[in-house]
């Protein structure tokens, strides 16, 4: 359902008039606002792809708002550390958070607890972009298609592994969601970050692996990896050739992440409406749309309803795959 | 003929104006900022990250680099100067370099330091550019099951850095494998040893660590009686190494370069392991093994040129496979990506001004950072002469900035006076922190890539002797073992026995 | 009375990797072991555990062998002042901010020292608090909020 936003976001630039006026309209109910700086937490690691799209989001936001955004990371608990913190912050909109498919659908349904509520204790802002998933291969892997890998899963069942970033990543549920629709059995090989999952699948450890689009791109360009497929729903802009995995013999597949913005539950409407303004603002911004297209993330601007919408789907979408998979970490 | 075409536009990129002037910068912040007490290299990019992003992609990674290495300069002097390493690397030079300050030979330890990295920097420069292609085939052959091999060498050989007791040090070692394994099992997701906190669910900080285990138990060493400042300050005899220092680091240098570079190209940690590895080398060859620990000379100007080879050589899977080796390296593909280059194998190909000013302006980095150190070195050993009482709080004041600036997570700090006052008491328990250190680093890799290469192989554990380089490895740290390590717990039971009579 | 010397600071030693060890066995049963396949969370923890009580348990028994040097003084005043500076600048932070936090943090190690005047004391927490101030937090931006939410008013 997010991906048909995305047409939305044509008609949201052109109608760059309109933004304006709601501009002008929310900036005199929270005329003092922000008065001073603002924190974005990045529940991750700098130099990651949520840290990476929540840099280029600060500095646009800090022109728009007249006021620094800084971006501080507070990495740990796989997102929950950054999540908890800011939704226990003062609700005042002066620290947000760079939220992800992780922290707002997958921990909550994975982990045994967790420290907040998703949907209750955090006012939503705006969905920001959506970043695809790929399915890689070794190039030495002898498939050319999603159609030939099925056949080969099942010609040898057991014998293939697969790469991801993690134990409960949005990258390994993509490949648990893959074996469970598909009925193929693969060995789940999890690392400690894209990188050096890459790595092995590049040297053909592991011959098969699940990754954001961005990160493996130079890889699918230079042909040092081979990629079946996206995961979502539609081709992705930036590479058009590939095909999806929805096309490719798995009707229904979709899995992909997604970054979006929150503030604590409490927040007053005034603000929110300030700080979704000034996303919109940015997103439609050319130099960060250009940045995003380079990135292979698809720019989503919303409504605060909308993001909240988007939450709830989410975890009705990511609840069967988790149950399915039996992924239930402490 | 490529190779100096490809170098001529890598000189001509980084030796721009605005380049060398970025290249400068990073160079001194690094050094500045990796100076202070506590802060090592990946706090210092954490901290001086925002700052890159607004700049041009060739000057920001240029300054970036810059850091990086200007850091590890820097950190090195702490660890020299007040025993306080801000990485991994540098809590080998700890070891003797401190030793060597404590008998008014400072000066000596930091130029010897600074001369070696420089040479080790200049070679490793080099192989970078004419090897970094055909190397990365070299590193994509380690799996899982080579790493594990590599790490038992690493372990192995570790014993070497203890100077006391060997069980001791084994001990140590072990306590450290399992400090490392603090944090949430990445194979099942299950918290182990965390005590139910949460903010350990990614394991110990290591800067918490090696701060506490090494600086905050100098302090409190340093406290006791309050008289040892004194001790310390003994009289600072010559600011420059003698030719007597310049004869006997020159093959230590030399061996430390090479062992750094062939363990820096490896993705999956290699680099952790190139100061240990090269100060354990020294310690065997050498034809005066008990100076080490007591202020060997070898003792600091291997390690310090390995670390650095390392340093620059890790750059080759970034460069050539967009694959960040450390968490530096991780901020360093950040920067790229926001800055709109998408790291990969055609960074060579499509962006040769980037990819060759890079390399080129490691070399000028490191030239600017010697001809920098070397005349503040006197500066340095001045700071060495405020009093201790004036210093420390200092030094305590700047460790919580600095640990906590990484993750913004203040268990982190909280971990600090826990591994202060362990490391206080094991210290007084006669046990040395380095070993320590070593497990703490190892002990998450080694059981990573032992299940890892368990599961990859279907459960036979023959997939560590069938395949090649990992047998290699492992005939090398059996080869280890037998060699020098039964002979020296041989040596070490006399010793004991003597004492005994 | 040969057999009643022994290594008070390696007895202690090697009671402690005992004690230490025995921590980390009793963590580890709550821990799944698996299988040498697939091991599990507890498996290789559990083997390092076992070592370092059994390297404890030698550490211990060589300690009776030997007389070894006292253990020394111990600095109580540092660690009573030392290590809480930590402590109190990760539990203030966030409260504080960062300018006070770190003058405190800064006056609670001075005093480490019996050296240190409360004159002097004051003199260089304030001196540490403006250098980094300008370093840290102006120049090179780093996100703490210089005066948090308790003293603001």
Request: hydrophobic residues 50%; glycine residues 10%; proline residues 6%.
């Amino acid at each position: 359902m997010t991906l048909s936003r995305m047409t939305r976001r044509a008609l949201l630039a052109t109608g760059a008039a309109l933004t304006a006026a709601f501009a002008l309209a929310a900036a005199s109910v929270a005329a003092d606002f922000p008065d001073r700086q603002i924190t974005m937490v990045v529940p991750f690691a700098a130099g990651g792809s949520t840290d990476v799209v929540a840099r280029i989001i600060a500095q646009k936001m800090s022109e728009d708002l007249g006021q620094q955004v800084i971006v501080q990371n507070v990495a740990g608990a796989g997102g929950n550390l950054g999540a908890d913190n800011v939704a226990r912050a003062e609700p005042d909109g002066y620290t947000i958070l760079m939220g992800t498919v992780a922290t707002h659908a997958l921990n909550p349904l994975i982990l045994k607890s967790t420290p907040y509520d998703a949907e209750k204790d955090f006012a939503p802002i705006s969905l920001l972009v959506v970043v695809p998933n790929v399915l890689v291969v070794n190039p030495e892997l002898p498939v050319k298609n999603v159609e030939e890998l099925l056949a080969l899963l099942k010609a040898e069942p057991g014998k293939y592994s697969y790469a991801s970033s993690g134990n409960g990543t949005p990258l390994h549920l993509s490949g648990e969601l893959f074996k469970s629709m598909a009925g193929v059995e693969m060995e789940h090989i999890p690392y400690k970050g894209s990188g050096p999952a890459l790595n092995d699948v590049l040297g053909n450890q592991v011959p098969i692996m699940f990754d954001n689009l961005p990160s493996s791109s130079g890889h699918i360009k230079s042909g040092t990896l081979r990629a079946l497929a996206v995961t979502t729903k539609e081709r992705a802009a930036s590479f058009p050739d590939i095909p999806t995995i929805a096309e490719s013999g798995i009707p229904g597949y979709e899995t992909y992440t997604w970054n979006a913005l929150f503030a604590p539950a409490g927040t007053p409407p005034e603000v929110i409406a300030r700080l979704n303004d000034s996303a919109k603002k940015t997103l439609a911004d050319p130099t960060v749309a250009e940045r995003m297209k380079e990135f292979s993330a698809a720019i989503v601007a919303s409504s605060p309803e909308e993001l909240g919408a988007h939450v709830k789907a989410e975890i009705a979408k990511w609840t069967p795959v988790v149950q399915d998979a039996k992924i239930q970490l402490d | 003929m490529d190779l100096v075409s490809n170098l001529a536009l890598g000189f001509s990129t980084a030796g721009s104006v605005e380049n060398l002037f970025f290249c400068l910068i990073g160079v001194l912040l690094g050094t500045l900022i990796g100076v202070l007490p506590g802060i090592g290299a990946t706090a210092t990019i954490a901290m001086l990250l925002p700052i890159t992003f607004q700049l041009e992609p060739v000057s920001s990674l240029i300054m970036l680099a810059g850091i990086y290495y200007g850091a590890q300069y820097g950190g090195s002097t702490t660890a020299i100067l007040i025993n306080m390493p801000g990485e991994s690397s540098s809590a080998v030079t700890a070891i003797d370099g401190y030793q060597m300050a404590r008998k008014g030979r400072a000066g000596a330890a930091l130029s010897i330091a600074a001369l070696g990295s420089f040479f080790a920097g200049s070679v490793s420069t080099f192989l970078v550019a004419i090897f970094a292609i055909p190397l990365t085939g070299i590193a994509l052959k380690f799996g899982a099951a080579e790493y594990f091999s590599l790490m038992i060498v690493g372990l192995v050989s570790s014993v070497a850095l203890a100077h006391g007791s060997i069980v001791k040090a084994l001990a140590m070692v072990a306590l450290g494998l399992l400090l490392g394994l603090v944090g949430t099992d990445i194979y099942t997701g299950t918290p182990r040893f965390t005590l139910g906190i949460r903010e350990y669910a990614d394991g110990l900080n290591f800067v918490a660590v090696a701060v506490g285990v090494f600086g905050i138990a100098e302090i409190l060493r340093n406290l006791e009686g309050e008289k040892t400042r004194t001790l310390l300050m003994a009289k600072v005899s010559g600011l420059w190494p003698t030719k007597d220092d310049f004869r006997r680091m020159f093959a230590p240098v030399l061996r430390g370069t090479a062992i750094g570079s062939a363990l820096g190209i490896l993705p999956g940690g290699g680099a952790i392991l190139a100061a240990f590895a090269s100060y354990t080398v020294e310690k065997r060859i050498s034809k005066t093994p008990e100076e080490f620990g007591h202020g060997a000379i070898a003792g600091v100007a291997g390690p310090e040129s390995a670390n650095n080879a390392g340093a620059q050589t890790s750059f080759i899977p970034l460069l050539t496979l967009g694959i960040p080796a450390n968490p530096v390296m991780a901020l360093m593909v950040g920067a790229m990506i926001i800055q709109g280059i998408v790291p990969g194998p055609n960074v060579a190909s499509e962006q040769p001004a980037l990819f060759w000013g890079i390399i080129a302006s490691m070399w000028i980095g490191n030239l600017m950072l010697v001809v920098l150190n070397l005349p503040l070195i006197g500066l340095w050993v001045k700071l060495l002469t405020i009093p201790y009482y004036v210093l420390f709080p200092i030094i305590m004041a700047f460790c919580s900035i600095g640990v906590y600036s990484v993750n913004s997570n203040v268990y982190d700090l909280y971990a600090v006076a826990f591994f202060g006052i362990a490391g206080y008491l094991l210290v007084k328990l006669r046990c040395e922190p380095a070993p320590l250190l070593l497990g703490f680093v190892l002990g998450p890799l080694l059981e990573e890539n032992l299940r890892r290469a368990m599961i990859l192989s279907r459960g036979d554990p023959t997939t560590f002797v069938t395949r090649p380089i990992s047998a290699i490895l492992l005939a090398i740290a059996a080869i280890v073992l037998v060699v020098v390590f039964l002979p020296s717990i041989k040596a070490k039971r006399e010793e004991v026995f003597q004492e005994e009579d | 009375m040969k057999s009643l010397t022994f290594d008070t600071t390696n007895a202690i030693c090697g009671a402690v990797f005992v004690a230490l060890g025995g921590f980390f066995v009793y963590e580890c049963l709550n821990l799944e072991l698996g299988t040498a396949l697939r091991m599990g969370p507890g498996y290789f923890p559990l083997v390092l555990a076992s070592v370092l009580v059994l390297l404890g348990a030698i550490i211990l028994v060589q300690s009776t062998r030997v007389e070894g040097e006292p253990m020394g003084p111990i600095a109580l005043r540092g660690m009573l002042f030392i290590l809480p500076a930590p402590v109190f600048f990760g539990l203030t932070v966030r409260g504080l901010g960062f300018v006070p936090s770190l003058f405190f943090t800064a006056l609670i190690a001075a005093f480490a020292s019996q050296r240190m005047k409360p004159l002097m004391a004051l003199a260089l927490a304030a001196g540490i608090t403006v250098f980094s101030v300008a370093v840290f937090s102006y120049a090179l931006g780093l996100p703490f909020e210089r005066f948090g939410p308790w003293v603001r008013f």
